[in-house]
């Protein structure tokens, strides 16, 4: 148990004898007597007696090894089957640069082979589905996958209701007080506790090569910290070199993923170059993958930079295919000027990044991935918003009726950029990632509160780790500083912390930002981000009261440095339950590599497009019918000029209205025509303007023109 845990363990300790205080300060009923009915749990015998059963996630951590060096063999065979996986020898994936998951898992899988899928199977299923489930152990239902939470405060986006949730082979079964419970299910007391969807971190580059080298916190290391932090799902990105197969990246991505998730994950597909096969690529990834969101590059020139046109082709095809464009959204070209002159002016540290990248180069892109967007009538996702300008820039075309959703990250709620002028340039680096936090102490609170009025929906982490040596890869340069900062284990307590705690939000919201808006627009809701019958058993059972201390020394991923370290923050992930199984037991993470899923994405969301059809039916543009033009027609030669001499104009007049009854202009006729001729072409022009000095100025240059 981290340091920080076992304080808050102590600090939960001193509560246990008090009255559960709810935020925001309402109070807990007793809980009621139960009664037999007469529902299909009345007839189970034993219905009411509260056991705790025998989990895996009870296991000591010698049991846990040894159940675990058998397990994945019997997963291997699984997956092998049922997805067409072929298992090869792990020194063939140290070959390919791969980092063993067993060297950075101290939960102890040991496995001796690894799955890599060669074709992941059909996955254009509907949001319920889950694709190919690769069960760890038997879901037919037995005692070990019952679960009750008991006692809590459900918190969902629209409501919180002290409720009972019972779980049953991942799936939530009932919600309500006085649940008919079959024997032998095991119970979390949840007392004082909020009972949440577990987070969905919509923005992770877990192992990601990048920069000349790889993301630290791989699927492994990644996934569990994900879940210490109380979030179930995440969201990655597969992203092709340029010139590379979208589908090859993504089958990459995938065998990468599978064996080593620990929670679930989707995947987003980067399009980072154009052309009629990436086109294609885009459609069998929609149908036959379960992808439905495409991300474009407007920053990083000469890699996965697209120019505008790209940009307004790749926009075209996700509409085609009813998928939702994202954009990262910074003006490459001007990065690229202004790092080269403070280069050229000696400044190689870290603080030239944020130098080389101000708000308004965030602001113009947004902007203009909102008109491209809008222009082709493309749903539009701008990830990761740091600053100030470019989140009043989505918030001006939202209010123009742009379809267009924004998501912003932990680090740009917990921190700043003021780490970029620390003299510690470890320190500097550390924080370096693309947008670049803002050196403004209110930006933070500015983007929290946008989350709150809901013109910002959703959270991500941009979770891409390089450690202190790899990031020394640009000590000379901060061009070549590897972008990326942590935060998917601490996304859920720094929103909480930075939102509920200082009252800007309320539960509600903060279960909004932190999984359900995600789930809606990635439209996998209400499997996921919701606590409702039906729904995916993915909870987080949140204690309000404890609080600990963020710090690299005793967080759970790979990466020796945190952006957040040392800042207390109430609200700990007490329990964490991923598909009805307890993978955070009182702070403690048991989670198994291999036992998150892979949730397709389907396209065509209601959320997203659902207003698309109507809204291009009502503003289709309509022809003017007006009567041919029969004048005459200047010729154009084979150079593209025009050919036999000036025509002369004919004498039109513009006048629809006859002189007044005293013989003078009309004064409704306007002095103004869209040809370019005025009325008064004919009069000498005037040699001099007559100004006009302010009464109470003598300065001229407040005078106005006449
Ligand atoms: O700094 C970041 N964000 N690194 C990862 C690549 C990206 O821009 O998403
Ligand atoms: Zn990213």
């Not at 060096?69 to 140290?94: G, Y």
């Not at 493309?378 to 918030?395: H, N, Q």
């Not at 370290?565 to 609200?571: F, I, R, T």
Request: hydrophobic share 35%; charged share 25%; proline share 6%.
């Amino acid at each position: 148990m981290s340091a920080g845990l076992r304080r808050a363990s102590r600090h939960q300790e001193e509560k246990d004898d008090e009255v559960p205080q709810w935020i925001p300060g309402l109070g807990q009923d007793k809980p009621k007597p139960r009664t037999l009915g007469t529902s299909f749990f009345g007839y189970v015998p034993d219905a009411f007696v509260e056991k705790t059963p025998y989990l895996p996630s009870e296991q000591s951590a010698d049991a846990l090894k040894k159940e675990a060096a058998v397990e994945p063999v019997k997963a291997a065979e699984q997956v092998a089957d049922s997805l067409e996986q072929e298992i090869v020898p792990r020194d063939s994936i140290e070959r390919n640069g791969q980092r063993d998951m067993d060297a950075s898992s101290d939960e102890g899988v040991v496995t001796e082979e690894v799955i890599v899928p060669r074709r992941v199977g059909q996955a254009s299923a509907e949001p319920w589905d889950v694709l190919s489930p690769v069960d760890i152990e038997d879901g037919s239902g037995s005692a070990q996958n019952r679960l009750l939470i008991k006692g809590g405060r459900v918190v969902n986006d629209d409501m919180m209701q002290d409720a009972d949730v019972y779980i049953e082979d991942g799936i939530i079964k009932q919600v309500g007080t006085n649940l008919h419970t079959p024997g032998g299910t095991r119970v979390i007391e949840a007392k004082g506790h909020l009972v949440m969807p577990g987070g969905i971190d919509t923005h992770t580059h877990m192992q990601m090569p990048f920069m000349g080298t790889q993301a630290i916190d791989d699927f492994y290391t990644g996934t569990r910290a994900a879940l210490a932090g109380g979030t179930t799902m995440i969201m990655d990105f597969a992203l092709p070199q340029r010139g590379e197969s979208l589908i090859e990246a993504f089958h990459r991505w995938r065998t990468w993923a599978d064996p080593k998730v620990c929670c679930d994950y989707a995947i987003h597909v980067g399009v980072t170059w154009w052309s009629d096969k990436v086109a294609q690529e885009m459609e069998e990834l929609t149908n036959e993958q379960g992808v439905n969101s495409f991300k474009m590059f407007m920053a990083y020139k000469d890699t996965w930079q697209l120019n505008d046109e790209e940009l307004l082709e790749s926009f075209k095809r996700c509409k085609e295919l009813g998928a939702l464009a994202q954009v990262h959204a910074e003006n490459g070209d001007v990065i690229k000027e202004n790092s080269k002159k403070l280069l050229e002016l000696g400044i190689t540290g870290p603080e030239g990044h944020e130098m080389s990248r101000p708000e308004e180069v965030e602001a113009e892109a947004t902007n203009r991935a909102c008109v491209l967007a809008n222009q082709v009538g493309c749903p539009l996702y701008i990830c990761k918003i740091t600053s100030k300008l470019a989140a009043s820039a989505l918030g001006q075309n939202l209010r123009r009726g742009t379809l267009v959703w924004g998501e912003t990250i932990a680090a740009a709620l917990g921190t700043d950029g003021s780490h970029y002028y620390n003299p510690c340039w470890q320190h500097a680096a550390g924080h370096i990632m693309s947008p670049p936090l803002r050196n403004d102490p209110q930006t933070p609170g500015f983007l929290m509160e946008l989350l709150d009025v809901g013109d910002l929906q959703t959270t991500g982490t941009d979770n891409c780790t390089f450690s202190a040596a790899q990031k020394a890869l640009g000590k000379d340069d901060f061009t070549k500083i590897p972008n990326g900062v942590n935060g998917v284990e601490d996304r859920m307590s720094v929103i909480w912390e930075k939102g509920v705690v200082s009252g800007k939000m309320d539960p509600c919201r903060f279960v909004a930002v932190t999984s359900t808006n995600a789930a809606k627009i990635f439209n996998i809701y209400p499997k996921k981000g919701r606590i409702a019958v039906g729904s995916d058993a993915d909870i987080v059972v949140w204690n309000p009261h404890a609080t600990r201390v963020i710090s690299a020394k005793t967080h759970h991923q790979a990466v020796d440095f945190n952006i957040f370290e040392g800042m207390e923050v109430h609200g700990i992930a007490e329990f964490v339950v991923c598909h009805g199984r307890v993978v955070v037991e009182e702070g403690e993470v048991r989670a198994i590599s291999g036992m998150g899923k892979y949730v397709p994405t389907p396209v065509f969301n209601p959320h997203v497009y659902g207003r698309l059809e109507e809204r291009e039916r009502a503003n289709a543009p309509c022809k003017v019918e007006r009567a041919p033009y029969e004048g005459p027609v200047a010729q154009l030669n084979g150079q593209g000029m025009q050919e036999g001499g000036i025509i002369p104009v004919q004498q039109e007049t513009f006048y629809t209205r006859g002189p007044t009854r005293s013989g003078g202009v009309n004064l409704h006729d306007s002095s103004f025509h869209v040809s370019g001729r005025q009325r008064d072409d004919d009069l000498l022009p005037r040699t001099s303007i007559k100004l006009v000095t302010s009464p109470n100025s003598s300065s001229s240059l407040l005078g106005t023109f006449w």
